[in-house]
């Protein structure tokens, strides 16, 4: 299979789930960004928990990605104070729009209009920071995606 089907066939069935699940709602979100609800906690608990055993058995049996051949495999890095601001950012991003970047996109999908602003400020945000943090030297060949060049056009 290819990897563009692939990826529209996971994001298709990702959104109807999320879309099914109520977790497309602003209120739901906003419930939940206000502690009044329990029930997305719980189900990023819940996923968190399935991919964390799910990916840990795939590690240890030594499994090969499905589209890439590539073994399955992470460095752990230690969380650095990019890590704490951009997680702010998203934070209150998040708690303004009652959204993130997967509601967004299944908003948009569902036809509700005004997520195209919302889309229209994530959009904003990669840009600026792309254009904030462009690389001084010539990028190194990356280990998945080849030459710079190639990686840019997957990526």
């Not at 951009?86 to 991003?93: D, K, R, S, V, Y």
Request: positive net charge; proline residues 6%.
């Amino acid at each position: 299979m290819k990897p563009a089907a692939a990826g529209l066939g996971t994001g298709l069935v990702f959104g109807v789930v999320m879309a099914w699940s109520g977790m497309t709602s602003p209120v739901v979100l906003r419930e939940a960004l206000l502690f009044q609800h329990a029930y997305l906690f719980l189900m990023f608990a819940s996923a968190v928990l399935v991919a964390t055993v799910g990916l840990q058995l795939l590690r240890r049996r030594h499994t090969r990605a499905l589209l890439s051949g590539h073994p399955i495999n992470w460095i752990r890095e230690a969380p650095t104070r990019r890590h704490m601001l951009g997680a702010a950012i998203f934070g209150l991003g998040w708690g303004i729009s009652d959204a993130c970047p997967a509601p967004i996109a299944t908003q948009i999908g569902q036809g509700v209009g005004w997520a195209v602003f919302t889309l229209a400020g994530v959009v904003l945000g990669v840009y600026a920071f792309l254009r904030l943090h462009q690389p001084e030297t010539e990028p190194a060949a990356d280990p998945v995606l080849g030459t710079p060049e190639a990686a840019s056009v997957l990526r």
